[in-house]
């Protein structure tokens, strides 16, 4: 006669925020809407957008589609560039490509544009820490890459140096968004020398222990 043998116990469900996933996870979409409000804050400083929101920004004003649109459609954009480079997107990529560009909408819908030099300053400053914050919780998270941090790498990984690609496709964007009647000002040169020591002082804050990073903090979204 055979002994009956005892189901083992189920393990007691672990807590959404103990669970490893369930932290990126809130990393990850945390830091997209943080990033998504810091656009829309320096859209209306007006004075002046990080070099891809140059580019955004001289679209919409080409265009009848809002701002946030400009952002997904550039994002979709973008990724087809990433076939031919073999890289692959991950859920934050995805929601990188998506989120921002409906909170960006969101944002400049209920946040008026600055009328007095003090709030534009305010808004400026407050926009490109808000961004090094929010960039340091979305690539923390470890979940991809945004679409424009996958193109730099993807071309850096053809043997190309990673300051002379984003360098190079920065000025490319930048100039186009300019072109197009985007603005540069004060506010694209503080995010293009801040956005890095921000982003990297926020990495080492955010990270989750014994997870990497997919890409390096870059001044695009």
């Known amino acids: 006669m055979s002994t009956p043998t005892s189901t083992p116990p189920r393990p007691a469900p672990r807590p959404f925020l103990r669970d490893r996933m369930g932290r990126r996870l809130v990393l990850l979409f945390v830091g997209l809407l943080l990033f998504g409000i810091s656009l829309g804050m ?3 400083a007006g004075l002046g957008v990080g070099p891809w929101d140059v580019l955004h920004q001289g679209l919409a004003l080409r265009t009848a589609w809002s ?7 550039a994002s979709v954009a973008v990724l087809l560039l990433w076939i031919p480079l073999r890289e692959r997107p991950g859920i934050g990529t995805i929601a990188n490509a998506i989120v921002i560009g409906l909170v960006v909408d969101a944002t400049l819908q209920v946040l008026p544009p600055a009328t007095t030099t003090a709030s534009q300053w305010s808004l400026m400053v407050s926009g490109v820490v808000l961004n090094g914050l929010a960039t340091g919780l979305y690539i923390g998270a470890g979940l991809g890459p945004g679409p424009r941090d996958g193109l730099m790498t993807g071309l850096a990984a053809r043997g190309y140096p990673v300051s002379t690609v984003r360098t190079g496709i920065e ?4 100039a186009c968004g300019w072109l197009l009647g985007g603005t540069v000002g004060i506010g ?4 293009a020398l801040a956005i890095g020591p921000l982003a990297q002082l926020f990495l080492g804050w955010f990270t989750l222990a014994d997870l990497p990073t997919t890409a390096e903090p870059s001044a695009a979204s």
């Not at 000025?171 to 930048?174: E, H, I, N, Q, W």
């Open 171 to 174: 000025l490319v964007v930048l």
């Open 188 to 191: 694209t040169v503080a995010f």
């Open 42 to 44: 320096m859209v209306q």
């Open 67 to 73: 701002f946030g649109t400009i952002v997904i459609v």
